[in-house]
């Protein structure tokens, strides 16, 4: 069974990440202060809500469908060439993907926590050496006893 997040959630976590209200989330600007968050709204909606595009294009505002998965495809594209850009869109799917956890047994809780923890671990690291660090430590069966 697929576990989904409301847009309302959605919206609080990227309000916050952003801090920013929701007002100015969906505010009909053009500003990229503005735009990119609402460009990663719509990503995450779509990424982790069972709404369809159009529905998630009438969520505060009136948009087309299109215009989600040209925002989704912003940020795909983003992610491939920004790697401060990349390192937000991590921390917020962390945060949602703890969310997630809620409803999940006690055992895909604890697996799901551990890889959180890594994935916040090579978020954090400033250099492939340290990514290296981080995996060895943690991917090394004598300290997974």
């Known amino acids: 069974m697929k576990i989904y997040i409301p847009l309302q ?10 801090e ?8 009909k600007t053009r500003k990229r202060t503005i735009v990119e968050p609402r460009q990663i709204f719509h990503f995450f909606s779509r990424k982790y ?3 369809s595009l159009a ?10 469908h299109a215009t989600i998965l040209h925002s ?6 983003l992610c491939d060439v920004d790697a401060v850009f990349r390192k937000n869109i991590e921390k917020i ?14 055992e895909e809780k604890k697996f799901q926590l551990k890889t ?6 090579i978020i954090s690291c400033e250099n492939e050496e340290d990514v290296t660090n981080v995996l060895s430590n943690n991917l ?3 300290n997974n006893g």
């Open 72 to 77: 989704c495809g912003k940020v795909e594209n």
């Open 9 to 18: 959630l959605i919206e609080k976590i990227i309000c916050q990440h952003f």
């Open 116 to 121: 959180n923890n890594l994935i916040n671990d």
């Open 140 to 142: 090394n069966p004598v």
């Open 49 to 51: 809500s069972k709404n």
């Open 93 to 106: 799917d962390s945060k949602l993907r703890m969310i997630l956890i809620n409803d999940l047994t006690d």
């Open 55 to 64: 529905a998630i294009g009438d969520y505060k505002l009136i948009l087309d």
């Open 20 to 27: 920013m209200t929701s007002e100015i989330l969906f505010t």
